[in-house]
């Protein structure tokens, strides 16, 4: 099966769910490898980009209408990107390190799984 065909069916059978779970794996992934690497500050720029930008649009979706998820937990995520986006330029700056990200991702991944994910 080709790589397309497999993610076109992969889409039709993931739930929102499994799928924001999956991509926070990939880009949590990605954070832990550089960090593993022994990358700091700019260096830190995709992973860090890609969570930004993946944490903003959890925070658009919740603003959007039709969102069918709880007012209080809307409000805790976008709470939540927020503060992924000041962290972010403090990683970046080298006030701050990557490990918060990565432990706030594995954490919100836990719960989205139902499941306590190995160290």
Same mark, same amino acid.
Not at 56 to 79: E, H, K, M, W, Y
Not at 82 to 102: H, K
């Given at each position: &099966?080709?790589?397309?065909?497999?993610?076109?069916?992969?889409?039709?059978?993931?739930?929102?769910?499994?799928?924001?779970?999956?991509? $926070? *794996?990939?880009? #949590?992934?990605? &954070? $832990?490898?550089?960090?593993?690497?022994?990358? #700091?500050?700019?260096?830190?720029?995709?992973?860090?980009?890609?969570?930004?930008? $993946?944490?903003?649009?959890?925070?658009?979706?919740?603003?959007?209408? *039709?969102?069918?998820?709880?007012?209080? /937990?809307?409000?805790?995520?976008?709470? /939540?990107? /927020?503060?992924?986006?000041?962290?972010?330029?403090?990683?970046?700056?080298?006030?701050? #390190?990557?490990?918060?990200?990565?432990? &706030?991702?594995? #954490?919100?991944?836990?719960?989205?799984?139902?499941?306590? /994910?190995?160290?």
């Amino acid at each position: &099966m080709s790589l397309n065909a497999y993610r076109c069916a992969r889409s039709r059978a993931e739930t929102p769910r499994a799928a924001e779970r999956r991509l $926070m *794996g990939e880009i #949590t992934g990605e &954070m $832990m490898e550089v960090r593993a690497a022994g990358l #700091t500050g700019a260096a830190l720029i995709q992973p860090l980009h890609r969570n930004r930008e $993946m944490w903003t649009a959890f925070a658009a979706d919740c603003g959007a209408s *039709g969102n069918g998820l709880p007012d209080r /937990l809307r409000a805790q995520i976008v709470s /939540l990107a /927020l503060w992924v986006d000041r962290y972010t330029s403090d990683v970046v700056i080298g006030r701050e #390190t990557i490990d918060a990200l990565i432990d &706030m991702n594995r #954490t919100i991944m836990e719960g989205l799984g139902g499941e306590r /994910l190995a160290a």
